[in-house]
């Protein structure tokens, strides 16, 4: 099992940039994709980037493709997800998870067994 711990979220204009950040225990985080999801207010949670194990791969929802980044520091048990030219749309509680071992890049919430509190994002337009 690992345990998450998000970080880095707040309040901040349209068209600015926030970088989250996910501590990881556990002896079996560098072994893991992990991935970031986040859910607005009455909406479903809904996928927006995963990287693999190693960190040589990384997929994103078309959504935030070319704005954000997840990276990885296995060195450190943390992943991190930077995001730019942020809109209100970003808008949402931001959640770390750690993918079942056998999931290189998952997209879906069952393929992950821990998951973070997340972070609160708010952008205002």
């Known amino acids: 099992q690992v345990q998450l711990v998000e970080s880095g979220g707040g309040l901040v204009q349209a068209g600015g940039s926030l970088r989250l950040s996910c501590a990881a225990s556990g002896s079996t985080f560098s072994n893991r994709a992990m991935g970031w999801f986040r859910q607005a207010p009455g909406k479903e949670r809904e996928f927006v980037a995963v990287?693999?194990?190693?960190?040589?791969?990384?997929n994103y929802a078309d959504s935030v493709k070319g704005r954000f980044t997840i990276s990885r520091d296995n060195a450190k048990n943390t992943v991190s997800l930077q995001m730019n030219s942020l809109n209100a749309e970003d808008t949402a509680r931001y959640y770390c998870?750690?993918?079942?071992?056998?999931?290189?890049?998952?997209?879906?919430?069952?393929?992950?067994?821990?998951w973070g509190q997340g972070t609160q994002v708010t952008v205002s337009s």
């Open positions: 990287i693999s194990w190693s960190g040589d791969s990384t």
């Open positions: 998870a750690a993918a079942r071992t056998a999931w290189s890049l998952p997209r879906v919430g069952w393929q992950y067994g821990s």
